[in-house]
């Protein structure tokens, strides 16, 4: 004769509440838009002010050149 089992579940009551969903999605991105820049001068760079893929505005400045390469 077979003694039949029964599982053990756990059981709570339904409760309203709000959920906000969460995706997350491995990916790459490619620009609509590509500038091309040069300086106007040559010389020697001192500091980018900027990395690959940062959002910049007119005016911004990228990269300072060397003053002494003026002088």
């Not at 599982?7 to 490619?30: A, W």
């Not at 990228?62 to 003026?70: G, H, I, K, N, R």
């Amino acid at each position: 004769m077979e003694i039949e089992v029964t599982p053990v579940v756990d059981v709570m009551k339904v409760q309203p509440q709000t959920i906000y969903p969460s995706l997350e999605f491995t990916g790459s991105v490619i620009s609509q838009e590509v500038a091309r820049i040069h300086p106007e001068v040559g010389g020697t760079v001192d500091q980018v002010n900027v990395r690959v893929g940062n959002r910049v505005q007119k005016g911004q400045v990228l990269v300072e050149l060397d003053p002494s390469d003026f002088e």
